[in-house]
């Protein structure tokens, strides 16, 4: 089965550098994605890492050790509008495109 | 392209009555996928489509109903609706190939007193 874990919320101030941890647990491994949501909107794509490493998008970067079953997003140069839910999600083994989903984790931005 | 659509938006049931939850895509995905999503906790999967007249249950099937007669469209049906089923539904729609990114719909949220 599948087990992924996340903090449910962390605080940060606008301008810093944050951290968010996902830890999984799977059958076989496919991947693991990032995806961000907004307060009553609908989840949005933020990176696919499915090599160990870091890859980098602009101010988001996403980091994966397959042999540790540990990812981290990195969120540089906090922005007010950063506030969301940011979720952890892995592809069961040889099921096909679904995704299961950590519970997310609530990131507030202070002034 | 208007991406992923469902509708309604917001919906209030009474307990025992049933609904239909659309969804349609227009980037010719396969796949298809249902999930619920309550307060502050993740997405669960509740149904999902690998192609036309192909559905499979995920993690939290009971209490629904799906059918995929097109590519485009992806109902959900919700018989003898009970309090426990309120929450807000998310279709997702992703390419055939590889382990490709999934794209949402806007959401519907229901209510059932």
């Known amino acids: 089965g599948q087990n992924i874990d996340q903090p449910t919320e962390m605080t940060a101030t606008e301008g810093a550098i944050v951290q968010i941890n996902c830890t999984y647990q799977t059958s076989g491994f496919n991947g693991l994605f990032w995806y961000q949501q907004h307060a009553g909107e609908a989840p949005t794509f933020l990176s696919y890492?499915?090599?160990?490493g870091l890859e980098e998008k602009g101010r988001f970067s996403s980091f994966l050790s397959r042999s540790k079953g540990y990812s981290y997003l990195l969120l540089k140069e906090l922005q007010m509008k950063d506030s969301a839910s940011y979720l952890c999600?892995?592809?069961?083994?040889?099921?096909?495109?679904?995704?299961?989903f950590g519970q997310g984790t609530e990131l507030s931005v202070k002034p | 392209n208007a991406g992923v659509t469902q509708t309604p938006k917001f919906r209030i049931l009474k307990i025992g009555q049933s609904m239909t939850l659309q969804c349609a895509q227009d980037?010719?995905?396969?796949?298809m996928y249902w999930y619920r999503q309550d307060p502050g906790m993740g997405l669960k999967l509740i149904y999902y489509?690998?192609?036309?007249?192909?559905?499979d249950k995920g993690e939290v099937p009971n209490g629904y109903n799906v059918s995929r007669s097109t590519t485009e469209d992806f109902p959900l049906r919700l018989e003898l609706a009970a309090p426990s089923q309120t929450s807000v539904y998310f279709c997702a729609s992703s390419a055939l190939e590889g382990y490709n990114e999934q794209f949402f719909g806007p959401g519907t949220r229901l209510t059932v007193l």
């Open positions: 980037m010719n995905h396969n796949y």
């Open positions: 890492n499915v090599l160990d």
């Open positions: 999600a892995v592809p069961p083994y040889n099921q096909g495109g679904k995704l299961i």
């Open positions: 489509s690998v192609g036309a007249g192909i559905t």
